[in-house]
């Protein structure tokens, strides 16, 4: 186990007092509801934290507690979620508070198993919750707990299994403040730990780490390896217009400026995208919950209409945000 060779209550020691004195403070830090807790975890999986924060205060003062997320409508959850991206995020997040209000009397289940059975709710995010909201020592695993852990224990994340990783997080946390814990690891990666050329004469374990010690890897930078991030900012700048994500985007902005539960039509291409693409994505973005359809009166089904019509395109149905 690569915990070992650490002086484990000297490594809490100095992770728990460098964020003490140094930790950032964000609005979603001064709550232990675990709802409120899972809007932040929720949001801030794919949304940058100068965004994320503001964007928590403005959704839960939407939907400040996991009744009212419940019974809103998932159109006005959409519409709230505006801007944020990833919108399946926001349906999973309502679908989990109508279990929670529905099926566990509005409480949240303080276990990482339980909660890892919610929709939406992974390992991390399941362990976020149960050690912010309800202080059970276990240890988060996300990209900027791996890299921290990951080089303190072994130099290089990624001679670390998942395995190893998670166990290690768990051994590591602090029992008697893994909420702090949980916030300090992240804050250590995020502005002491960087992906590249870490702060490492600022960092509090920098005497406990390895990859300070000068056992690090001898490959590229984490983050820098060829068709990684690079190969990513080529897609975002080039032919992101082109992509399904990218329509599924403006189909859903198409939705959100429509007057309440009015049906919109997409008679008419959008960017590169022709009508079998668009027909094709608002069948996808039905089964994930994302919107409601209803096909053209006298619309043959689905696999009829192309034959019928010798091979012409077949109609694209008109579509809603869901309203139930
Ligand atoms: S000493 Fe450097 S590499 Fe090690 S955890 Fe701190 S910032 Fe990261």
């Given amino acids: 186990m690569p915990v070992l060779h650490l002086d484990i209550a000297a490594f809490r020691r100095a992770v728990l007092a460098w964020f003490d004195a140094s930790g950032r403070t964000f609005p979603f830090r001064g709550t232990t509801d675990p709802y409120l807790v899972l809007v932040s975890e929720t949001l801030l999986q794919q949304t940058q934290i100068s965004r994320g924060g503001p964007a928590w205060?403005?959704?839960?003062?939407?939907?400040?507690?996991?009744?009212?997320?419940?019974?809103?409508?998932?159109?006005?959850?959409?519409?709230?979620?505006?801007?944020?991206?990833?919108?399946?995020?926001?349906?999973?997040?309502?679908?989990?508070?109508?279990?929670?209000?529905?099926?566990?009397?509005?409480?949240?289940?303080?276990?990482?198993?339980?909660?890892?059975?919610?929709?939406?709710?992974?390992?991390?995010?399941?362990?976020?919750?149960?050690?912010?909201?309800?202080?059970?020592?276990?240890?988060?695993?996300?990209?900027?707990?791996?890299?921290?852990?990951?080089?303190?224990?072994?130099?290089?994340?990624?001679?670390?299994?998942?395995?190893?990783?998670?166990?290690?997080?768990?051994?590591?946390?602090?029992?008697?403040?893994?909420?702090?814990?949980?916030?300090?690891?992240?804050?250590?990666?995020?502005?002491?730990?960087?992906?590249?050329?870490?702060?490492?004469?600022?960092?509090?374990?920098?005497?406990?780490?390895?990859?300070?010690?000068?056992?690090?890897?001898?490959?590229?930078?984490?983050?820098?390896?060829?068709?990684?991030?690079?190969?990513?900012?080529?897609?975002?700048?080039?032919?992101?217009?082109?992509?399904?994500?990218?329509?599924?985007?403006r189909i859903l902005d198409r939705l959100r400026e429509a007057p309440g539960p009015a049906w919109t039509t997409f008679a008419e291409p959008i960017g590169g995208h022709d009508r079998a693409a668009i027909r094709t994505s608002l069948r996808a973005m039905e089964r994930d919950g994302l919107l409601e359809l209803e096909d053209p009166p006298d619309s043959p089904p689905d696999g009829a209409a192309a034959s019928r019509s010798g091979g012409s395109a077949p109609a694209v149905p008109r579509a809603r945000l869901p309203i139930a």
Avoid at 83 to 103: D, F, K, M, P
Avoid at 104 to 122: K, Q, S, T, Y
Avoid at 202 to 221: K, N, Q
Wanted: glycine share 10%; proline share 9%; hydrophobic share 35%.
């Fill in 57 to 249: 205060v403005t959704f839960t003062g939407q939907f400040p507690t996991v009744e009212s997320l419940a019974a809103a409508t998932p159109a006005r959850v959409l519409r709230a979620w505006r801007g944020l991206g990833y919108n399946r995020r926001a349906v999973n997040l309502q679908r989990t508070a109508r279990i929670v209000v529905g099926e566990m009397g509005g409480v949240f289940p303080p276990d990482v198993a339980a909660l890892e059975r919610l929709p939406g709710i992974g390992p991390y995010t399941a362990r976020a919750v149960a050690s912010i909201a309800y202080r059970i020592p276990t240890g988060p695993v996300d990209t900027n707990v791996r890299r921290v852990l990951g080089r303190v224990l072994t130099g290089d994340p990624a001679r670390l299994r998942p395995k190893e990783l998670q166990a290690s997080a768990d051994i590591l946390v602090d029992p008697d403040q893994p909420d702090h814990w949980t916030h300090a690891l992240m804050d250590i990666g995020s502005t002491l730990c960087r992906p590249t050329r870490p702060i490492c004469p600022d960092c509090p374990v920098v005497s406990m780490c390895r990859y300070a010690a000068g056992e690090r890897p001898t490959t590229l930078a984490q983050g820098s390896r060829p068709g990684s991030r690079s190969g990513r900012a080529r897609t975002r700048t080039g032919d992101f217009k082109l992509t399904t994500r990218w329509l599924r985007g």
